[in-house]
């Protein structure tokens, strides 16, 4: 049997590559808050999803097989593990250095105001007590500056990270899962390629069956056409030998002594005569 080689189109490809985000994303960050891994930052959801996205278009082009579909899942997984933990380290960090000079500030007051007391009044407070050095060192450095240690901040607790959480237990989750949810994708995989053959199939024979009609009913058209234009031609020539009489059979030459009668006598007594 015929089994076409087929890809898939940039609207089938998007459509993919954008389900299989979705789902990858928002399982792999549930699991994380599951798991017990901290909250996920917002900015680190934007950036597996265009990450995941990137990597799934350039692989959504045709049939992939379960080893090719397990090692991506096992990969993007530790990836998105690790993303998700630098993220919430960060948050962590920040949030504790805000704290102390919260908690600093607090040091400095009593009383009601010093209970409801938010990080910018918290600084205030320190810069009126001479202490403005604790709040400019907790301060957002230039943009340049920030930049660089935030990059360089975001690959060491990167790399802690993954460090930290790279158990035994941990690898064997994430291995068992990428099988099992490859597994799945498999399944669903050559459900969708079946179904797009059988369709190029489909599609085929049909335009197969059309295009012999058309050829068919062409020939017949071309038939007629000479048909009708040999009739045309026989028509013509039978006018032409009948104008130029050349063609007509010769009259026979009428008789010297023939009698032509044409009819009865038109008197009485000629019947006599006849007699």
């Given at each position: ?30 699991a994380?808050l599951?798991?017990g891994?901290?909250?996920v930052p917002?900015w ?12 799934a278009?350039?692989l959504?082009?045709r ?13 993007g ?8 933990t630098?993220g ?10 805000d ?9 400095l ?7 409801a ?9 320190l810069?009126d007590a001479?202490?403005g ?6 301060a ?6 920030q ?8 690959v ?6 993954a460090?930290?959480t ?11 899962a ?11 995989e050559?459900a969708?390629?079946?179904l797009?053959r ?5 599609l085929d024979g ?12 062409a ?6 056409l000479?048909?009708l234009?040999?009739?045309d031609?026989r ?9 130029d009489g ?12 023939a ?9 009485p007594?000629?019947f006599?005569?006849?007699?």
């Amino acid at each position: 049997m015929y089994v076409p080689v087929v890809r898939a189109s940039a609207g089938l490809r998007l459509l993919r590559a954008a389900v299989f985000t979705a789902a990858c994303v928002a399982l792999s960050a549930a699991a994380h808050l599951v798991a017990g891994g901290g909250a996920v930052p917002l900015w680190t959801l934007g950036v597996a999803v265009a990450a995941v996205f990137a990597v799934a278009v350039s692989l959504a082009g045709r049939e992939r097989a379960l080893p090719g579909i397990a090692a991506a899942l096992a990969l993007g997984q530790l990836a998105l593990h690790t993303l998700f933990t630098t993220g919430h380290l960060l948050a962590a960090r920040g949030s504790r250095d805000d704290g102390r000079l919260i908690e600093l500030a607090r040091g400095l007051l009593c009383g009601e105001r010093a209970a409801a007391l938010s990080l910018p009044q918290a600084r205030a407070v320190l810069a009126d007590a001479g202490l403005g050095h604790h709040a400019s060192a907790a301060a957002p450095a230039p943009a340049d500056a920030q930049l660089t240690l935030s990059v360089l901040d975001c690959v060491r607790l990167a790399v802690r990270g993954a460090l930290a959480t790279a158990s035994g237990p941990m690898l064997l989750g994430h291995l068992a899962a990428a099988l099992a949810a490859g597994w799945l994708l498999r399944r669903g995989e050559a459900a969708l390629w079946r179904l797009v053959r059988l369709s190029v199939l489909v599609l085929d024979g049909v335009l197969g069956e059309v295009s012999l009609r058309a050829l068919r009913d062409a020939l017949a058209w071309a038939r007629a056409l000479v048909a009708l234009r040999a009739g045309d031609v026989r028509a013509s020539e039978g006018r032409r030998v009948a104008e130029d009489g050349s063609g007509a059979p010769p009259e026979p030459e009428a008789l010297r002594h023939a009698v032509v009668r044409r009819g009865p006598p038109a008197r009485p007594q000629d019947f006599a005569l006849t007699a």
